[in-house]
């Protein structure tokens, strides 16, 4: 006879999550991810998806997906190092390689695959990796996987980096500098060019995670890197296929040395099957797409510009976010969570990011700014936003 264990020590988790405040269940919603999505029986006004340029229901990438299905069938059934590598995926390394202006990119099938599986590859005992204290979940969990020494800086604070690299200079192989080119909950830019400076002086290799970045910022949205004209001073750039681009996947942009050593030691690479067809095409058609006009992040920056100047006009706190990620700050955790709750009553749908997302006490609605909603989403959006944050006296 089988026993199911009751798990009573999560059960009595979960039952504190909902006593403060902060439990939830998985929002489902019918239809594309679109600017306006069909969520619990109505429409709302989506201000949660990363789907920054509307690349996720594009034609041109869906007729593309049904190409390469057509073509290669549903799935790549096998890992790269084995048979799962297809032309498709060798042709979207070879146009993202020259799309980020850089030697070579290695595919991997998820952002967070990525820095799971490149920190503990490039680096090994006798090294040290120095990351920034607010840097994603997934170089977190990448630098846990490492045999190398953790350090971490304060966030953005170029004396504690200097400090931190001075205390490591002589002691190690090999120090990777790791940061994000764009922090996902605040919005903030990376310092790149004094980090770049920092790692060049010290001799020590520079690792940006641009998951927010690729498809945003720079020339055609190539970038972090190329936003601050730092092609060649950087070693490993970090990108996903998922939120600009609108599909899955991620990459590491860089040398040809770094592609050939991690199709021998990335283990995403080495023991999980390889990005479906379907996806693959897409991605080869949504990078034509981006490289061929920049009608779409005009598109972005114009929208995020207009909502954050009127947020920042009825007297809520915005951050210091320096791109189309606009956090809310409310504060207390079930506050928070409250204020996404009346939103979505009056037809908005923001997310509410709590701890351990973000800090204790730093709650927000993130918003995310797409190049897909109209200015009468916007304004529609703004007006709830009004109405909710008078009633819970958040704003006067």
Avoid at 114 to 119: L, P, R
Avoid at 280 to 285: F, N, P, Y
Wanted: aromatic share 8%; glycine share 10%; net charge negative.
């Amino acid at each position: 006879m089988n026993t199911i264990h009751e798990l009573s020590y999560l059960k009595e988790q979960i039952e504190e999550l909902k006593e403060q405040g902060v439990y939830r269940k998985l929002p489902v919603f019918d239809g594309p991810n679109a600017a306006r999505i069909h969520l619990n029986g109505k429409e709302v006004i989506n201000l949660s998806s990363n789907n920054y340029l509307g690349f996720a229901n594009h034609p041109r990438l869906k007729q593309a997906a049904i190409d390469a299905v057509e073509k290669y069938g549903v799935g790549a059934g096998a890992v790269r190092t084995i048979v799962g590598n297809m032309d498709i995926h060798e042709e979207l390394e070879r146009v993202l390689a020259e799309f980020k202006r850089e030697e070579a990119v290695m595919l991997f099938q998820s952002g967070f695959n990525c820095n799971a599986g490149t920190i503990q590859a490039i680096t090994d005992r006798g090294d040290v990796i120095i990351s920034d204290e607010l840097n994603h979940a997934s170089i977190i969990d990448g630098v846990r996987l490492s045999r190398a020494d953790k350090k971490v800086y304060k966030h953005s604070d170029m004396e504690d980096l200097r400090r931190i690299l001075e205390e490591c200079k002589g002691k190690y192989n090999t120090q990777l500098i790791i940061t994000d080119g764009v922090f996902s909950m605040d919005g903030d830019l990376a310092k790149l060019p004094e980090i770049v400076e920092l790692a060049e002086e010290y001799g020590a290799l520079t690792y940006v995670d641009d998951a927010h970045g690729s498809g945003v910022l720079g020339e055609n949205g190539r970038g972090t890197v190329d936003h601050f004209g730092l092609h060649g001073r950087v070693d490993f750039i970090i990108g996903t296929l998922s939120k600009a681009l609108g599909v899955i996947g991620g990459y590491v942009a860089g040398s040809k040395v770094m592609q050939e050593w991690l199709s021998h030691r990335g283990r995403p690479i080495l023991f999980s099957t390889s990005l479906p067809p379907a996806a693959v095409g897409a991605l080869i058609e949504g990078i034509e797409l981006l490289s061929s006009t920049d009608e779409f992040t005009k598109k972005l920056w114009d929208n995020a510009r207009f909502f954050k100047e009127e947020m920042k006009a009825l007297g809520f706190d915005t951050g210091q976010s320096e791109t189309p990620i606009t956090p809310v700050i409310i504060g207390e955790e079930g506050e928070t969570m409250a204020f996404s709750r009346a939103l979505l009553e009056e037809g908005v749908f923001v997310s509410g990011i709590v701890f351990p997302t973000v800090p204790k006490g730093t709650g927000r609605l993130r918003c995310m700014i797409t190049a897909e909603h109209s200015k009468e989403d916007l304004k529609e959006a703004l007006e709830a936003f009004a109405r909710v944050g008078r009633k819970m006296n958040l704003i006067p």
